[in-house]
């Protein structure tokens, strides 16, 4: 949608109060704040800046291009974090430490306050959730203008307006899924060739170490044609590229929002299903998902996968720890044995797959034994990549209440996993070397200007002598040299036309 000549069509002047339904509602505020920023510039004499600074997931960076298009919406331009006159902290709760770090942000943004009266900084994302956190930031800071939550992100131009009209700290936070208005307002992508999208919201699972479920709420699914409308227009605005999120997309469709209400899905509508309709829109080439929980990965998926060469050879499949005794501990409702069936049916079926996990150590209870178990299934599997964790602790989780392992024995399990993870990658890679592969061109490389970077389907990384009118194409490049976690390639097409 062409959001500017919506904004533009319409005489907000003329409106006596904001208007109620949205997200007309957030255009006004969009528009109000305009007029706002324009009397500010004009007496300052200069433009004024915005930055958002992003923790955690794909979903937290999903939401910031969100919030990054509304401030440009508004005529700000982008600056760094500490020239910027409105900054944004996109917050993430996974662990614990993280709460510590952004205090200390906090503490750090007090004195670039000071010396910029006109600086007003805000605070999001999963963090805010927490009724705790909140009370501790409206006690302890403030000097903090805006406090909002991740179901609040599409009303960042009526907070943003409030706190202008006087509001000394405005503290927004809803708890229950509400409609996001995620094709009709403004998104300011990082690429403008792939997009994320959200497909669903929250998290039902309730693993006993996990917070998520607890301040993202629980599943719901946005309805198919909703999801397909907004890849349409974005294919329209020349994506070519879709990554489809959620927290568990395997169990997509359970519960569907439809508006604002949320209606039980009747149809068997399921994900392989609609990664099958997200391939058919025509001017798509790739789609990939995030994240799938073991649980739900059925064999119906694995077929969509095997059948669709647009489905990218990639798979993020969490495992966890490899020990069934921690895994029922964590209420993952899968076994080692379950898990290594799947890994086995994918690698059968679709034999250049690339499969990644996240692994935590130190869960409650752990024993050498069951870390051992986790180390002999990163041998089993050999990941293409490892996110590796340690435990935390995280108030209010089932395994918070469970006795913890002694700090210094999960140091040492995991420094002794990283060694296991990096040894069974360096015998995985270069396995595609001297092959031709369809690589997704990205970015110019930040190191050697001559040079540039993108992904093939299975997400590995390849840098090859180009240009940037290569950006956004797809380019067979055969891979010559492998260095480590990504290769050096030659363009394998001829690029008479592109190359200057
Ligand atoms: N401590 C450490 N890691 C965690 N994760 C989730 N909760 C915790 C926690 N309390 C990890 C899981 C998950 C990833 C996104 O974060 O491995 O898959
Ligand atoms: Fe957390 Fe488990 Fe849900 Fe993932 S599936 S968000 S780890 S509760």
């Known amino acids: 949608m062409d959001f500017n000549n919506e904004f533009k069509g319409i005489d907000f002047d003329a409106m006596d109060y904001p208007p109620t339904d949205e997200p007309l509602r957030q255009m006004y505020f969009m528009y109000k704040l305009r007029k706002v920023f324009d009397e500010k510039e004009k007496s300052l004499g200069r433009k004024l800046t915005y930055c958002v600074v992003t923790f955690g997931c794909q979903m937290n960076a999903h939401d910031s ?56 900084i805000a605070l999001c994302g999963c963090m805010m959730q927490q009724d705790d956190v909140r009370e501790y930031i409206r006690e302890k800071f403030r000097f903090v203008d805006v406090v909002f ?10 907070l943003l307006y409030r706190r202008y009209s006087g509001e000394k700290q405005v503290i927004e936070v809803k708890k229950e899924h509400g409609k996001n208005f995620e094709n009709s307002l403004p998104e300011k992508r990082k690429y403008s060739f792939k997009s994320g999208v959200n497909i669903m919201y ?22 198919p044609e909703d999801i397909l409308d907004e890849i349409k227009s974005l294919v329209a605005d020349g994506v070519t590229e879709i990554m489809l999120l959620g927290q568990n997309v395997n169990s997509y469709g359970k519960k569907y929002m439809d508006e604002s209400e949320i209606v039980k899905s009747s149809a068997e509508y399921d994900f392989p299903e609609l990664l099958n309709d997200v391939c058919k829109i025509e001017g798509i080439r790739r789609v990939r998902f995030m994240t799938s929980h073991p649980k739900d990965l059925s064999d119906r998926l694995i077929e969509a996968i095997k059948n669709n060469p647009k489905v ?50 130190g869960f409650p209870g752990e024993t050498e034994e069951d870390f051992l178990d986790t180390v002999d299934i990163v041998d089993r599997v050999g990941y293409d990549q490892v996110f590796t964790f340690i435990y935390s602790r995280r108030s209010g989780t089932p395994a918070a209440e469970m006795e913890q392992v002694p700090e210094d024995v999960v140091k040492d399990r995991f420094d002794r996993l990283l060694k296991k993870v990096s040894e069974k990658a360096a015998e995985r890679v270069g396995r595609f070397k001297n ?38 194409k797809y380019i067979n490049v055969k891979l010559t040299e492998e260095k480590g976690f990504y290769y050096i390639g030659e363009p394998a097409d001829n690029l008479e036309g592109l190359a200057e």
């Open 65 to 120: 291009e969100k919030l990054e298009g509304i401030l440009e919406e508004i005529g700000l331009n982008a600056a760094s974090e500490d020239t910027a006159d409105i900054v944004i902290y996109n917050t993430c709760t996974v662990r614990e430490n993280a709460n510590q770090k952004l205090y200390g942000h906090l503490g750090q943004l007090k004195a670039a306050k000071k010396s910029n009266s006109e600086m007003l």
């Open 202 to 223: 929250g998290c039902n699972n309730f693993c006993t170490y996990c917070i998520v479920p607890y301040v993202r709420g629980r599943e719901i699914s946005r309805t």
């Open 312 to 361: 990218c050879r990639q798979m993020h499949l969490p495992v966890q720890a490899g020990s069934n005794r921690i895994l029922k501990a964590m209420n993952r409702h899968y076994t080692r044995e379950h898990y290594l069936e799947i890994i086995e049916k994918l690698r059968a079926s679709v034999p250049d797959i690339g499969i990644t996990t996240d692994i935590m150590v």
């Open 435 to 472: 092959t031709i592969a369809e690589v997704l061109v990205e970015d110019m490389d930040s190191h050697d200007e001559t040079m540039v970077t993108g992904r093939m389907s299975n997400n590995t990384l390849v840098h090859f002598k180009g240009c940037k009118e290569m950006i956004g």
């Open 149 to 158: 939550g991740t179901f609040n992100v599409f009303m960042l131009a009526e």
